[in-house]
């Protein structure tokens, strides 16, 4: 199962600048942005999860606003599903 998230050009931008360091945050992004294919973003469920977990881990902060197109997507499905949001 994947979720596909329509891109805008900024959320791409932010997605696509350059990772610096070998943390777990930026080994998410890093893999994050394999999953970019034009204006198209390709999740995981797996990749899903490690996006909830880093929210739910550390609040707001810098990784956040890189993310934040696609934590408004996740957030806009779990609402479908009945979830509460991240």
Same mark, same amino acid.
């Not at 994050?32 to 797996?46: C, F, S, Y």
């Not at 881990?57 to 993310?67: A, D, E, L």
């Given at each position: 199962?994947?979720?596909?998230? *329509?891109?805008?050009?900024?959320? @791409? *931008? ?7 360091? &070998? ?5 998410? /992004?890093? $893999? =994050?942005?394999? +999953?970019?294919?034009?204006?198209? /973003?390709? /999740?995981?469920?797996?990749? !899903? @999860? ?5 929210? %739910? %881990?550390?609040? &707001?902060? +810098?990784?956040?606003?890189?993310? *934040?197109?696609? !934590? *408004?997507?996740? $957030?806009? =499905? ?7 949001? !991240?």
């Amino acid at each position: 199962m994947r979720l596909i998230i *329509e891109l805008s050009e900024r959320d @791409k *931008e932010k997605l696509l600048t350059p990772v610096a360091g &070998s943390g777990g945050f930026q080994s998410l /992004l890093r $893999n =994050l942005q394999h +999953g970019i294919h034009g204006n198209e /973003l390709v /999740l995981t469920v797996d990749q !899903i @999860k490690h996006v909830i977990d880093y929210v %739910k %881990k550390y609040g &707001s902060g +810098g990784f956040q606003s890189r993310m *934040e197109g696609i !934590i *408004e997507e996740i $957030n806009s =499905l779990l609402n479908a599903l009945g979830i509460d949001p !991240i």
